[in-house]
């Protein structure tokens, strides 16, 4: 193997394995908050401030927009954070792809499928965000 082939090879093990650890950051923290819906989130957030600030009902009503609007935000964020992050996970795997041997490209052909179903079950491109069972969080099951 040539120096320049052992030194791309190490630099898309590296990319590979910061593309997991971004991705499986992202799917721990989804497993956290998938027990407890974003709008209940929010509501105990309201709640507590409503408490801790004695609001009044008017406050309360224009403190439960502002909180939907931010979570709005924030998910739009995510969205396009997950989008990057796919983007370049598929730069790093085109740059994989040809220091490979065919049986090699097919393992990992197999392997990128499985992250984008990951990315996509997480809220990723082209998925909605899906509790650990399948259900979008929020959503009752029937």
Same mark, same amino acid.
Request: glycine content about 8%.
């Given at each position: 193997?040539?120096?320049?082939?052992?030194?791309?090879?190490?630099?898309?093990?590296?990319?590979?394995?910061?593309?997991s650890?971004?991705?499986?950051?992202?799917?721990?923290?989804?497993?956290?908050? &998938? #027990?407890?819906? $974003?709008?209940?989130?929010?509501?105990?957030?309201?709640? @507590?401030?409503?408490? !801790?600030? /004695?609001?009044?009902?008017?406050?309360?009503?224009?403190v439960?927009?502002?909180?939907?609007?931010?979570?709005?935000?924030?998910?739009?964020?995510?969205?396009?954070?997950? &989008? #990057?992050?796919? $983007?370049?996970?598929?730069?790093?795997?085109?740059?994989? @792809?040809?220091?490979? !041997?065919? /049986?090699q490209?097919?393992?990992?052909?197999?392997?990128?499928?499985?992250?984008?179903?990951?990315?996509?079950?997480?809220?990723?491109?082209?998925?909605?965000?899906?509790?650990?069972?399948?259900?979008?969080?929020?959503?009752?099951?029937?």
């Amino acid at each position: 193997m040539t120096r320049g082939r052992a030194a791309m090879l190490l630099l898309a093990v590296f990319l590979l394995g910061a593309g997991s650890g971004v991705m499986g950051t992202i799917a721990l923290g989804r497993l956290r908050t &998938a #027990r407890f819906p $974003a709008n209940r989130i929010e509501r105990m957030a309201v709640r @507590r401030l409503a408490h !801790r600030l /004695d609001l009044d009902d008017e406050q309360r009503r224009m403190v439960r927009q502002i909180t939907a609007r931010a979570r709005n935000q924030m998910e739009r964020i995510r969205e396009d954070s997950l &989008a #990057r992050v796919d $983007a370049v996970l598929d730069q790093a795997y085109d740059e994989i @792809r040809p220091t490979l !041997r065919p /049986d090699q490209v097919e393992k990992l052909d197999r392997i990128r499928q499985e992250a984008r179903r990951r990315l996509r079950r997480q809220g990723g491109p082209d998925g909605p965000r899906q509790a650990p069972g399948g259900e979008p969080p929020g959503r009752p099951v029937n």
